[in-house]
């Protein structure tokens, strides 16, 4: 699991970069007067979109380091079997297997 908290650390670290490029970028509040910057607000809305999701990336990445250091990283949550190393690979934050995110679509 050593290596799975590496590999946390450094996307949480990635993560944690992005934001605060995002935040710079947002601290300039475009012109929301008529007909003017309309595509400089649509970005900036879209921005603060992205940095809401970077931050729940954030906590979600927080918690998986937690869960390592706990012992119950790579347990389903759901049915608590173990969640496929290569899943894990590409969702390193994930919560539940494969099995339970195939039911979870179907209901």
């Known amino acids: 699991m050593k290596n799975r908290a590496t590999v946390l650390r450094r996307e ?3 993560v944690r970069d992005q934001i605060i490029a995002l935040e710079r970028t947002l601290e300039e509040k475009p012109d929301y007067g008529l007909g003017q910057g309309a595509s400089a607000v649509t ?3 879209l921005d603060q979109a992205l940095l809401e999701r970077l931050r ?5 990445l927080e ?4 869960d390592v250091s706990e012992g119950t990283y790579g347990i ?3 049915c608590g079997g173990t969640i496929h190393p290569d899943r894990l690979a590409v969702l390193p934050d994930t919560k539940i297997c494969v099995n339970c995110a195939r ?3 179907s209901e």
Do not use: Y
């Open 12 to 14: 949480l670290e990635e």
């Open 43 to 45: 970005r900036w809305e």
């Open 56 to 60: 729940e990336r954030d906590a979600s």
């Open 63 to 66: 918690q998986a380091l937690s």
């Open 76 to 78: 389903c949550e759901r």
């Open 103 to 105: 039911a979870g679509e």
